[in-house]
């Protein structure tokens, strides 16, 4: 049987770097890569994308999606790392944890969009008590959210380096910035639809003074709701739909392992992990919760991701080139 070839169109930006890196070992797939001079050449790259039995963009919205029109093999798959088709209808969103029908779904699919970091997040955390109806597809969803600025990309990189570079004392950075102040962020579609959630969520992201890594809250004023549930039903269920995925751990509720001196909350424990990590925190006495997704926004927010997904398309090993 021939290995599986895989082309990776934005092979020097962030995120396919990070999946060449991951992909780089493996013994049971090939890349084939495009000549640097000629990374701008369209009919070079319509070349490789047809020669892969999986191309993999890594691209801005409207390249992808002039990627895809260059796309005349029938037998090469589409997985796209960009927002250009996470909400079309004839491509299949590529979060296999999602529901219980997804992987194969993926597994089944020529066109397969990645997901965005945040929406990972939120999704993780959402969509099992929207789907299963323990909290009503009706709620007003608050996400707060922070990640490491290599989410922005090499501009947002450079910026960021060039702020520490220039101004390398605590009190001259900042540690905390959000964005996105006009909402309608380019996620929120995304976080709508799969989640299933009738309106979608008021969205405020945030950039840390950190490179890596990423935290998603969802705060849940349970007292709002007629019938709310406890904590402990909460975490029930987000325990028992991801008790056999390897990368959604779930910890106990209300954990205090994972806080750091018992207060604070580490945006970067699950660097260089493809594992999106949940937590629960709840008080029925105020009727209050809090939902919490840890992960590296390189990771299971992009480049991971996007292993899995390939894994899952070629037929391979889900876990080759991931940590847990």
Not at 73 to 93: F, G, I, M
Not at 102 to 123: H, M
Not at 258 to 285: C, Y
Request: net charge negative.
């Amino acid at each position: 049987m021939a290995i599986p070839k895989v082309f990776i169109d934005g092979e020097a930006g962030t995120t396919g770097l990070q999946i060449y890196q991951r992909l780089a070992d493996r013994r049971d797939l090939e890349v084939i890569s495009i000549e640097p001079a000629k990374r701008k050449e369209a009919s070079e790259r319509a070349k490789l994308i047809n020669a892969a039995d999986v191309a993999i963009l890594c691209l801005p919205d409207d390249a992808a999606r002039e990627a895809v029109s260059w796309v005349t093999n029938p037998q090469t798959k589409v997985l796209d790392a960009s927002t250009a088709h996470r909400t079309a209808e004839e491509w299949v969103y590529g979060f296999p944890e999602i529901s219980v029908d997804q992987r194969s779904r993926i597994a089944a699919a020529s066109r397969v969009s990645n997901p965005g970091c945040y929406p990972t997040g939120f999704l993780t955390l959402m969509s099992p008590l929207v789907r299963s109806g323990l909290l009503p597809a009706t709620f007003s969803a608050t996400v707060n959210a922070i990640s490491g600025y290599s989410g922005g990309g090499k501009k947002l990189i450079a910026q960021y380096e060039g702020f520490r570079a220039e101004a390398p004392s605590a009190e001259s950075k900042s540690p905390y910035s959000p964005y996105g102040l006009g909402f309608g962020h380019k996620h929120v579609k995304e976080m709508q639809k799969y989640a299933g959630l009738h309106h979608a969520p008021l969205f405020v992201p945030a950039v840390g003074d950190f490179a890596q890594g990423m935290v998603v809250q969802v705060p849940l004023p349970l007292w709002s709701l007629e019938d709310p549930p406890t904590g402990e039903q909460l975490h029930e269920k987000l325990s028992a739909h991801y008790a056999d995925e390897p990368f959604v751990p779930v910890a106990p509720l209300n954990s205090k392992a994972s806080l750091r001196d018992s207060n604070f909350f580490e945006a970067k424990s699950a660097n260089q992990t493809n594992e999106v990590q949940v937590f629960v925190f709840a008080n029925d006495d105020t009727q209050e919760a809090l939902l919490v997704a840890r992960l590296d926004n390189l990771g299971k927010g992009a480049s991971g991701a996007a292993v899995q997904n390939l894994n899952i398309m070629l037929d391979l090993p889900e876990n080759s080139g991931l940590t847990i």
